[in-house]
């Protein structure tokens, strides 16, 4: 069973505000990744990382940032949340064997910004 | 561009077999996963498939053809937990980077 956890599980916030989405992992796995999905779409990529120091942008364009400070741990931060923000953010980890590591997910935090 | 197409739905009695196609035209190719979604909750992985054939685990079996860019997930038995949704995902890259096709809902009816 995948240990990656996501915190807060449900926000509502209002317009303006800066938040903060928690996922930490307790894998050691390297590879770090962020989806966005709305209900009933498929999964889109916004951010990842390879490692300590490293973070990329996604194939969907963000207003969102990440850092990667430590292994087990990747936040995504909205410095300004908007309606359109509104989403489920899925957090995923995989090894480092490669191109046939399985993504294994947190349970998602699920975003309403007013 | 990547384009991974699935079915948008299929429904399917109790105990009968699906079949969920998959077919995909990207830029490269390292493998092919399968997940399970029920809604409102994280992907969970089923199986994954890098050579040509068949790999059966259970209930669930995927095949690929990389010469054809096609893969089928096939639920046997189906029981009405399998109600959820079905997502094919191509890795890309060396790094595991992963396209996801937009999901194909399944119903099981009783």
């Known amino acids: 069973e995948a240990d990656i956890y996501q915190t807060p599980r449900y926000l509502v916030i209002g317009t303006g505000k800066k938040i903060t989405l928690e996922c930490s992992q307790t894998?050691?796995?390297?590879?770090m990744y962020w989806y966005q999905q709305d209900p009933g779409m498929e999964l889109h990529l916004i951010h990842y990382?390879?490692?300590?120091?490293?973070?990329e942008k996604g194939d969907l364009s963000s207003e969102s940032t990440v850092s990667r400070i430590r292994t087990e741990h990747f936040p995504l931060t909205l410095e300004s949340a908007r309606p359109s923000h509104t989403s489920q953010y899925l957090c995923?980890?995989?090894?480092?064997?490669?191109?046939?590591?399985?993504?294994?997910f947190g349970p998602g935090t699920r975003l309403l910004v007013l | 561009g990547q384009n991974i197409d699935q079915p948008t739905e299929m429904t399917a009695t109790e105990g009968a077999i699906v079949q969920i196609n998959c077919t995909y035209q990207t830029s490269g190719f390292n493998g092919l996963f399968w997940y399970q979604q029920h809604a409102g909750e994280a992907p969970t992985f089923l199986s994954y498939n890098v050579l040509d054939g068949l790999e059966e685990k259970g209930r669930f079996s995927s095949f690929l053809s990389r010469s054809k860019g096609y893969s089928y997930l096939l639920l046997k038995e189906l029981q009405m937990k399998d109600s959820a949704s079905y997502l094919c995902a191509v890795t890309t890259d060396s790094w595991g980077k992963f396209q996801f096709g937009a999901g194909t809902q399944v119903v099981v009816t009783p």
């Open positions: 990382s390879y490692g300590v120091n490293s973070t």
């Open positions: 894998m050691g796995h390297d590879k």
């Open positions: 995923a980890s995989s090894g480092t064997q490669g191109a046939g590591e399985t993504q294994y």
